[in-house]
């Protein structure tokens, strides 16, 4: 029973390098989320999903894209990765009004 | 004011003391309420529900007061294993996407 899994769980990248972060779910749960972590920021919503080929801003969405092609993935993109992107990164899934899974982090570094 | 509004902390209390936190909301249409609970550079958990009645997990007790605007989290018999950041969830009304408040940080001594 996996829940959310998170790929990869640390990366190092260079200013201006691009990646994507993968997320996973296996509970069929229509909506998912991507947040990122700061010290002293609490989480912040990144983009999130509420279903199959549909997603929405949040938050915090500048210099990220995101993708659900699949019911059970959620991607978030970085085109051209910036130093102020460096931050753990959380994915979480959940059925509308009831409480969200999270995966267990990407921490990503931009040098 | 922010949607929702937490006492960053810390609380440092000692071993077996009780302890509680508030969380305040804007939003008088929410519906749904959570705490959430982080350990450091771990995932938030779920740690309880908040209902209307209130709802209590063993040590922990959580409250809603709707008139107020905020939640309420005690716990008893505090454990050093209760250290950690407390995270409310508050939906606001008519969404479900939810807004997470900023922790507040507990630190059990013994």
């Known amino acids: 029973n996996a829940g959310v899994t998170q790929t990869p769980k640390f990366r190092v990248l260079k200013t201006g390098q691009s990646m994507t972060l993968l997320c996973a779910q296996d509970?069929?749960?229509?909506?998912m989320y991507w947040y990122r972590q700061d010290p002293g920021m609490g989480l912040r919503l990144i983009h999130y999903?509420?279903?199959?080929?549909?997603?929405a801003k949040g938050e915090v969405p500048d210099g990220y894209n995101v993708s659900r092609l699949k019911k059970q993935n959620f991607l978030l993109g970085l085109e051209s990765a910036a130093p102020s992107q460096t931050s753990v990164y959380f994915c979480?899934?959940?059925?509308?009004?009831?409480?969200?899974?999270f995966g267990d982090g990407t921490r990503l570094s931009i040098l | 004011r922010k949607e929702v509004e937490q006492d960053p902390g810390p609380f440092n209390v000692p071993e077996g003391a009780t302890v509680a936190f508030n969380c305040t909301y804007s939003n008088s249409a929410s519906q749904s309420f959570f705490w959430y609970r982080q350990d450091c550079r771990k995932e938030p958990k779920l740690l309880m529900s908040?209902?209307?009645s209130g709802n209590e997990d063993g040590r922990f007790t959580a409250q809603l007061n709707r008139a107020s605007q905020y939640i309420s989290l005690l716990i008893r018999d505090s454990k050093l294993s209760d250290s950690a950041t407390y995270l409310c969830?508050?939906?606001?009304?008519?969404?479900?996407?939810?807004?997470f408040g900023r922790g507040t940080s507990l630190i059990v001594h013994p």
């Open positions: 908040v209902y209307s």
């Open positions: 969830v508050v939906p606001p009304g008519g969404s479900y996407i939810p807004t």
């Open positions: 979480a899934s959940s059925y509308s009004s009831q409480p969200q899974h």
């Open positions: 509970m069929n749960h229509e909506y």
């Open positions: 999903s509420v279903g199959e080929g549909t997603t």
